[in-house]
């Protein structure tokens, strides 16, 4: 099955700053990449999503890359504000059948500093 | 419209104790996961419902845990015997069939004492 690790576990970055978190996958067959945000005590939210056919997407001063080569996947976080500060998880889906499994990292707790 | 939903919202149980959550997707949406999340950790998958297909129970850490779809709407998560390992939050997603993104509810935070 897919197996995915995402680094660091914690990042600390001052306001304004840019911040970023990696993942890697194992399953060649996977195509779908979401970036989920959970604040403490709240649910995971859907920031943003990259599937296998592009290598980079943008959302304001949110950011996705994917190298499906090397299998890895970044978000780019820029101009971070405190209300940035949350854990970060990143997915990758399981290509079998219809089901869209998603394996999820460990997530990464960002602070970001005022 | 209305989000997913789960109840309760918390749950304090004595270890050996069964242990009902439930989860209500979002209208229309005809799949269902279900996820353990312990501590600082991040999310475990344990089941998946699509439609009247029968579930994916691969992410099912043991026999202890069960779950039920009804109408294909509803779904319950049943621990027996709980044990305090099983102490997490409980999150339920749903999504589209066909779509990527799932959709989570708040979660259920199960403690064993």
């Known amino acids: 099955g897919e197996n995915v690790e995402q680094h660091p576990s914690t990042l600390s970055v001052q306001e304004g700053d840019s911040a970023v978190i990696k993942c890697t996958y194992s399953d060649s067959a996977s195509n779908y990449f979401p970036w989920y945000k959970q604040e403490l005590g709240k649910r995971p939210q859907l920031i943003i999503d990259i599937r296998s056919n592009v290598g980079e997407k943008k959302d304001q001063r949110i950011a996705v890359t994917l190298n499906k080569t090397a299998k890895h996947f970044s978000l780019h976080i820029t101009e971070t504000q405190p209300e940035d500060s949350a854990v970060y998880f990143c997915?990758?889906?399981?290509?079998?059948?219809?089901?869209?499994?998603?394996?999820f990292g460990s997530g990464t707790q960002l602070t970001v500093l005022p | 419209g209305a989000g997913v939903s789960q109840s309760p919202s918390n749950k304090v149980t004595e270890k050996g104790k069964d242990v009902e959550l439930r989860c209500d997707p979002i209208?229309?949406?005809?799949?269902l996961y279900w996820y353990r999340q312990s501590l600082g950790q991040g999310l475990e998958f344990l089941i998946y419902?699509?439609?009247?297909?029968?579930?994916?129970k691969s992410g099912l850490p043991s026999d202890r845990f069960s779950a039920e779809r009804t109408g294909g709407s509803v779904s319950t998560l049943t621990i027996q015997r709980t044990q305090q390992e099983d102490s997490a939050v409980y999150l339920c997603a749903s999504k589209w069939q066909g779509s990527y993104e799932q959709y989570f509810g708040p979660g259920t935070r199960l403690t064993v004492t």
């Open positions: 419902f699509q439609g009247n297909s029968a579930p994916d």
């Open positions: 209208s229309g949406h005809t799949a």
């Open positions: 997915a990758a889906s399981d290509s079998s059948g219809s089901a869209r499994q998603l394996t």
